[in-house]
Antibody
Framework: QLQLQESGPGLVKPSETVSLSCTVS??????????WGWIRQPPGKGLEWIGS???????YYNPSLKSRVTISVDTSKNQFSLKLSSVTAADTAVYYC????????????WGQGTLVTVSS | DIQMTQSPSSVSASVGDRVTITCRAS??????LAWYQQKPGKAPKLLIY???SLHSGVPSRFSGSGSGTDFTLTISSLQPEDFATYYC?????????FGQGTRLEIK
């Protein structure tokens, strides 16, 4: 059974870039079964898909964030990462990493989430 | 982008009640729909995928139906642990889009 764990700074200043990592255990990130994705949830609000990446490097981003987002996979560390640039208070949210199955169309495994607050 | 609209936004019910939550897509998505349960401070948990397939380990009181644009999640007999917020999302095309959520509260 896969386990995912997010890590990164809890507080970021406006206009900076936030970098989050998701460490995968219990399986290989090179598996062809899953895409590796990020989803966020502003406090008290709903879920927003940020993007997903396949181990081969193909990526899909939410057009609303595409100009500021990079998702990459590091097979040597069994990790994948999210970089979000030029952050504002609107990017304050709990950020979740999750597996996405393209064949079943679902997010099966999730990390516990990490709160990122954008504030000076 | 495909818009997903859930209704109701919130519902109050009692233990043992049957509850139905609806998710409507702004265009046809075949059966590419999943449902999640989220409790406060926790990550969402997958309940249903492909509109009607029950995820492993999910109690059989949860069921999903629908295709095209209209979908439902039904809980046949509410248990105390079912009070939570429920989300749908479409997986027909990128960007993946979620419904706004339905909060299920104890009456």
């Amino acid at each position: 059974q896969l386990q995912l764990q997010e890590s990164g700074p809890g507080l970021v200043k406006p206009s900076e870039t936030v970098s989050l990592s998701c460490t995968v255990s219990g399986g290989s990130i090179s598996s062809s079964t899953y895409h590796w994705g990020w989803i966020r949830q502003p406090p008290g609000k709903g879920l927003e898909w940020i993007g997903s990446s396949y181990y081969s490097g193909s990526t899909y981003y939410n057009p609303s964030l595409k100009s500021r987002v990079t998702i990459s996979v590091d097979t040597s560390k069994n990790q994948f990462s999210l970089k979000l640039s030029s952050v504002t208070a609107a990017d304050t949210a709990v950020y979740y990493c999750a597996t996405y199955s393209g064949s079943e169309g679902n997010f099966e495994y999730w990390g516990q989430g990490t709160l990122v607050t954008v504030s000076s | 982008d495909i818009q997903m609209t859930q209704s109701p936004s919130s519902v109050s019910a009692s233990v043992g009640d049957r509850v139905t939550i609806t998710c409507r897509a702004s265009q046809g998505i075949s059966s590419w729909l999943a449902w999640y349960q989220q409790k406060p401070g926790k990550a969402p948990k997958l309940l249903i995928y492909a509109a009607s397939s029950l995820h492993s380990g999910v109690p059989s009181r949860f069921s999903g139906s629908g295709s095209g644009t209209d979908f439902t999640l039904t809980i046949s007999s509410l248990q105390p642990e079912d009070f939570a917020t429920y989300y749908c999302h479409q997986a027909n095309s990128f960007p993946i889009t979620f419904g706004q959520g339905t909060r299920l509260e104890i009456k």
